[in-house]
C-alpha cells in the first residue's frame, strides 16, 4: 500500500528517499544489483557511470517509469511502490530526463506545456482555463525565479530556445513541489552560460531544502555542484565519495581500471603521401577558405564542437554535399562526388555520425549489414554470391572482435559498441584510401574504442588515411598522429600528436570561447533533438582546478 | 520482459519456453491455418478437392494476387499503393476503350494498358518522391484521379461489344479472341492467369532475395538514411518500386477485364482492400516480418481457399468479407504482437522520408 508521506517534520539528517536492496532484471539479465542508497534533503548526489553501468536503470526505478523492480523504496521513512511516473511525483520525486525535445509537446503553447501535466489530472476541470493556466505557468516559472512574458508564454513551446526549453521542463518538475529531483544530463545541450545559468537555479533549490539527483559525463560539473559522489559500474553501487571528491579513485571505481586513463599513444606517425587535399574550401558561407592535406599513413584527428565544421568537412569528401567553393583532390585528381556512391567508388568512405539513423539497418543481419554499400562488388550480373558476404563478415566480425552469435546474428541483438564496430568494419572492409569517421566512439565502451583505434592504426600502417571527427579532445589524442583543430570553419591548430601538449590543442579548441556568444551553438534550432552531446569541455563550462586535465573528457564512452 | 520480483532463474527458463512456444506459433501458426481450412474443406466438400476446382481457384484469386505483389512491392520500400484498384480499374476500361471504340486487336490493347499502368506508378512516384507528399496520401489522390479519369474517357459508362455510341452507330471493335485468351486460355491443363500469377511470383521472389537490387529495394525500405550512405540511389530505387507496382496492377486489370469480357466501369472497386490484405497477410507468413513474394501469394490462395470454401458451404456473400477481416486480423497479430521479431513493415508512414 502506498501512502502519502504528511509529516514534513524530519531531522535535516533525515533522508528523503531511501532504497535498500533494489534489483532490477530484464528477463535474465540482471542490470541492477541489491543497490543501497540515502537521499538527504539540500543535497546534490551526482551519479557517476560508464553506459549500461545502470544509471538510467536506477533514475527509471526511482521516477516510476519502470515499476517491475524489487527491494525497497521508502520516501520520508514510508516504504512505497513506485509504479507509475505520475505516482512517484505525487510522492514526490521528480525527473527530468535527458531529451528535453521529449518533454516539450510541439504545438503547445509555453504556458501550455508548463502546466502540462493538469491534463493527466482527472480532478481537474475538463475545460481548459486559458488565463488560470497562464497563472498557474506563472506560479510554475517563480519556483526558478523566472518571469517570462506573456508573449512568450503564448508562443509555440517549439521555438523555445534549447536552454529555455530546458528551464521549462525544470520548471514543470518542480511544480509538484518535489522533495527529490533526478536530473539526467541536463547540461548536454547547453552553452557554457546557459549551464552556469542552470547551476545558480540548483544551487538555490538545494538551499531551499531539495534533494537532487544529478547525472553527467562531465567531471567538471560535478565538481563544481555536486556534495557527494555516486558511482556505478555493472549495476553495482562502487563508491559513494563526499568532498574533496578524489577523482582518479573515482575514475577507477567507474572505469574498473586506473591505467587506461591517461592512454596517449607514444610516438605519431607522419604521413608521407597526400591522399586527399582541401583547396580554399569554405565551409560555410561566411567563413573564410580553408586548406587541408590529408596524409595515407596517418590517423587524423580532426576537433572541433558542433558547428565548428567537423561534420561539413566529412560530408564534402563523403560525397553527400558538394563545396560553396574551393575544390577538393583526390589521389592528384581533381574530385567532385555528387553522391555517395561515387565517393565509394572512388575510395572514400564514411562512417556517420548518428549510427542508428544514418548507420545500421534493424533487423538485418550482421552479415547484410556489413556487405550493403558493396552489393555491386559482391554479385555477379546481380546475383548476390554468398560465399562471398559470408567470408566479408568472417573477416570483420574476427578483425574488429565483433560479439555476436555469428555473421547471421541480427544487428538489434548487439550492444551500441559492438553495432558500431559492425559499421566501422562495414567500411573498412572494401580497403578505403580514405576513411572518414563522423564521431565514431560515441555511445561505445573503452573497449570497442581500443579496437576501433587499433584498427584505424593498421589501415593507416597498411598505407591508407584515416580521419577520425570528434569533439572529445582525449579520443582524439587516444587515436590521432595528427591533430587539427577546427574552430568557426577555420583551422586553429595542424600538429603532430607527439609535438603537441594537451593544454595547447585545449587551448585552441576552446579559442571561440572568449567571443560571448556562441553562434553555432545559438543557432541551433530548439525543435532539434538534442544535439548529439553539445561538447562543451568541463574545463570551458566550470573551472574544476582539482580534476586533472585528462579527466576533462565529457563522455567516457 | 518479466516480473524481476521471481528469481532471475525462474524468470528466464519461464521466458524462453514462453518466448519459443510464441515463435513456433509465429512462424508456422498461419501455414497451420490454411492447412486445416483446406483439409475442413476438403472433408466436407467432395467437389472442393477436383482439380478443376484448385485452378479455378487459382485463378480466380489470380488478380488480387497479382496486385497484391504490386502492394508488396512498394511495401519493399517502406510505401504502400492504394491505388492498385484504381490502377486495375482504369486498364479494364483503357483495354475496352482500345478495342471497342478504338478497333483495335488485344495486342494493341495489352500494350496500351501496361504503358498506362507504368505511367500510373510514375505519377506516384513523382508525387511521393519529387513532390514529397507521403505515400498514403500521394496514392490516395492518384486513387481518385485515375477513376476519375477513366469515368471522363469512358463518358460514365461500361463498354461492351457492339454497344451504341452517343452518335448512334455501333462501335467499331469488340473484345478480340486474343484478348480473351488471357482469361479463357489454358496451356496443358494450366489456366494462363494462373501461368502469369506464379511467373510473377517467382520472378518477384528472385528478383527480392537473389539480386542485389532486390536487397538495395529493402534497405531503402527499412533506412532510407543508411542505404543512401551505403551509395545506393533511394529516390531512384523508389520510383522503380511504384512503377513496377503500377505495372503489376495494370496486369492485374487485364486479366479482369479478359475474365468479365467489357469494360465495365465498376471493375477494380473491390480490389484494392483485398490486395492490400494479401500485402500484409504475406509479411507475417513464416514470421518472415517483411514484404516478401512467396507470402503474399500464400495469403492471396487463402484468401481463394476461404471464399471458395465458403460458396461451397452456401454462406452469404458478405460472410466472405466478415472471412477476410478476421485472417488478416490474425495476421497482422502474428506480425506485430506476438513476433518478437522487428517487423519491418512501415506501410504508408504519414511522413514523407526526404
Known amino acids: 500500500m502506498t501512502t502519502v508521506p504528511t509529516t514534513p517534520v524530519e531531522g535535516h539528517d533525515a533522508s528523503v528517499v531511501s532504497l535498500v536492496g533494489v534489483s532490477v532484471a530484464y528477463g535474465s539479465n540482471v542490470v541492477l544489483t541489491d543497490v543501497a542508497l540515502e537521499f538527504r534533503p539540500g543535497e546534490i548526489t551526482a551519479l557517476l557511470g560508464a553506459n549500461g553501468a545502470g544509471k538510467s536503470t536506477l533514475i527509471k526505478a526511482l521516477s516510476g517509469a519502470n515499476s517491475r523492480y524489487s527491494g525497497e523504496i521508502s520516501i520520508g521513512g514510508d516504504v512505497v511502490h513506485l509504479s507509475s511516473p505520475v505516482q512517484a511525483r505525487h510522492l514526490g520525486i521528480s525527473a527530468v530526463h535527458q531529451k528535453v525535445a521529449d518533454g516539450i509537446v510541439p504545438g503547445l503553447s509555453v504556458a501550455e506545456n508548463l502546466t502540462l501535466d493538469d491534463l493527466a489530472q482527472a480532478s481537474r476541470h475538463p475545460l481548459r482555463n486559458k488565463r488560470a493556466a497562464t497563472a498557474d505557468a506563472r506560479a510554475a516559472l517563480a519556483t526558478l525565479g523566472l518571469d517570462w512574458s506573456d508573449s512568450v508564454l503564448a508562443q509555440d513551446a517549439a521555438d523555445l530556445a534549447i536552454s529555455d526549453a530546458q528551464l521549462l521542463v525544470l520548471a514543470r518538475a518542480l511544480r509538484s513541489t518535489p522533495r527529490l529531483l533526478i536530473l539526467d544530463e541536463p547540461t548536454s545541450a547547453l552553452t557554457a552560460a546557459e549551464a552556469e545559468r542552470l547551476f545558480d537555479v540548483l544551487r538555490s533549490l538545494r538551499a531551499s531544502g531539495l534533494s537532487i539527483i544529478y547525472v553527467s559525463h562531465r567531471f567538471g560539473e560535478i565538481e563544481a555542484l555536486a556534495d557527494r559522489v555516486v558511482v556505478l559500474r555493472d549495476g553495482i553501487v562502487q563508491s559513494e565519495s563526499a568532498r574533496p571528491f578524489e577523482w582518479h579513485e573515482i575514475l577507477h571505481d567507474m572505469l574498473g581500471r586506473a591505467t587506461d586513463l591517461a592512454h596517449d599513444r607514444g610516438s605519431s606517425h607522419h604521413g608521407t603521401t597526400v591522399i586527399a587535399r582541401l583547396d580554399g574550401i569554405r565551409l560555410f558561407p561566411e567563413s573564410a577558405p580553408v586548406d587541408l592535406d590529408i596524409k595515407a599513413g596517418e590517423v587524423l584527428g580532426i576537433l572541433g564542437l558542433i558547428g565548428a565544421g567537423k561534420t561539413e568537412i566529412a560530408e564534402l569528401l563523403g560525397g553527400l554535399a558538394t563545396p560553396l567553393a574551393g575544390s577538393l583532390t583526390l589521389s592528384g585528381a581533381p574530385y567532385a562526388p555528387k553522391r555517395p556512391g561515387d565517393a565509394i567508388k572512388a575510395g572514400v568512405v564514411l562512417v556517420p555520425e548518428d549510427r542508428q539513423r544514418q548507420g545500421i539497418l534493424p533487423g538485418w543481419s550482421v552479415l547484410r549489414n556489413i556487405t550493403l554499400p558493396f552489393l555491386a562488388e559482391s554479385s555477379v550480373a546481380g546475383l548476390v554470391r554468398r560465399r562471398f558476404e559470408r567470408s566479408r563478415a568472417d573477416t570483420v566480425i574476427d578483425t574488429l572482435s565483433v560479439v555476436a552469435s555469428g555473421p547471421d546474428a541480427s544487428i538489434d541483438d548487439l550492444s551500441g559498441g559492438n553495432q558500431q564496430k559492425v559499421v566501422v568494419g562495414r567500411w573498412l572492409s572494401a580497403r578505403p584510401k580514405l576513411a572518414l569517421l563522423d564521431e565514431p566512439f560515441r555511445g561505445v565502451d573503452i573497449a570497442a574504442r581500443r579496437e576501433i583505434g587499433a584498427r584505424l592504426s593498421a589501415i593507416a600502417a597498411e598505407g591508407a588515411a584515416a580521419v577520425v571527427l570528434s569533439s572529445d579532445v582525449d579520443e582524439i589524442f587516444e587515436v590521432a598522429d595528427r591533430i587539427v583543430v577546427l574552430v568557426s570553419g577555420q583551422i586553429e591548430l595542424d600538429r603532430y600528436a607527439d609535438e603537441v601538449d594537451r593544454s595547447t590543442v585545449i587551448g585552441a579548441f576552446l579559442g571561440q570561447r572568449h567571443e560571448p556568444p556562441d553562434a553555432a551553438a545559438l543557432a541551433t534550432p530548439p525543435a532539434a533533438a538534442t544535439p548529439p552531446a553539445a561538447a562543451i569541455p568541463p574545463a570551458a563550462a566550470t573551472p574544476a582546478p582539482s580534476a586533472p586535465e585528462s579527466d576533462s573528457r565529457k563522455d567516457l564512452e | ?354
Not at chain 2, 202 to 229: D, P, Y
Not at chain 2, 323 to 334: H, N, S, T, W, Y
Open chain 2, 1 to 354: 520482459m518479466t516480473s524481476p520480483t521471481v528469481t532471475p532463474g525462474a524468470v528466464a527458463t519461464r521466458s524462453s519456453v514462453g518466448e519459443r512456444a510464441a515463435a513456433f506459433v509465429v512462424k508456422w501458426g498461419f501455414v497451420a491455418v490454411t492447412v486445416a481450412l483446406i483439409l475442413f474443406f476438403v472433408i466436407t466438400e467432395p467437389s472442393f478437392r477436383t482439380v478443376d476446382n484448385i485452378f479455378g481457384m487459382l485463378k480466380f484469386i489470380a488478380p488480387t494476387a497479382i496486385a497484391g505483389l504490386g502492394v508488396m512491392l512498394a511495401m519493399t520500400v517502406g510505401g504502400i499503393d492504394l491505388s492498385v484498384g484504381a490502377n486495375a480499374g482504369f486498364a479494364v476500361s483503357i483495354a475496352a476503350w482500345t478495342m471497342v471504340i478504338g478497333n483495335q486487336v488485344g495486342g494493341v490493347a495489352v500494350s496500351v494498358v501496361l504503358v498506362c499502368g507504368v505511367l500510373i506508378g510514375a505519377l506516384n512516384a513523382f508525387l511521393i518522391v519529387v513532390a514529397r507528399i507521403p505515400d498514403l496520401l500521394a496514392t490516395l489522390t492518384t486513387m481518385f484521379v485515375i477513376v476519375g479519369l477513366k469515368l471522363i474517357i469512358v463518358d460514365g459508362k461500361s463498354i461492351s461489344s457492339q454497344m451504341t455510341l452517343s452518335n448512334g452507330t455501333t462501335a467499331p471493335g469488340k473484345f478480340t479472341a486474343d484478348f480473351l485468351w488471357l482469361d479463357r486460355g489454358s496451356i496443358g491443363p494450366v489456366p494462363v492467369p494462373v501461368i502469369i500469377f506464379v511467373v510473377i511470383t517467382v520472378l518477384l521472389w528472385f528478383l527480392l532475395e537473389r539480386t542485389r537490387w532486390g536487397r538495395a529495394l529493402f534497405a531503402v525500405g527499412t533506412n532510407s538514411e543508411a542505404a543512401r550512405l551505403s551509395g545506393i540511389r533511394v529516390q531512384w530505387y523508389r520510383t522503380v518500386a511504384y512503377m513496377g507496382c503500377g505495372l503489376l496492377a495494370s496486369i492485374a486489370g487485364l486479366l479482369l477485364a479478359a475474365r468479365i469480357g467489357q469494360g465495365d466501369v465498376s471493375a477494380g472497386n473491390s480490389l484494392l482492400l483485398d490486395a492490400v490484405a494479401v500485402a500484409l497477410v504475406g509479411v507475417s507468413v513464416l514470421g518472415i516480418g517483411r514484404p516478401n513474394a512467396w507470402g503474399t501469394a500464400l495469403g492471396a490462395v487463402l484468401i481463394a481457399v476461404m471464399v471458395t470454401g465458403f460458396t461451397m458451404l452456401g454462406l452469404p456473400y458478405y460472410a466472405q468479407d466478415f472471412g477476410k477481416g478476421i485472417v488478416l486480423l490474425v495476421a497482422l497479430l502474428f506480425s506485430f504482437t506476438f513476433s518478437r521479431r522487428r517487423t519491418v513493415v512501415t506501410a504508408g508512414s504519414t511522413t514523407s522520408a526526404s
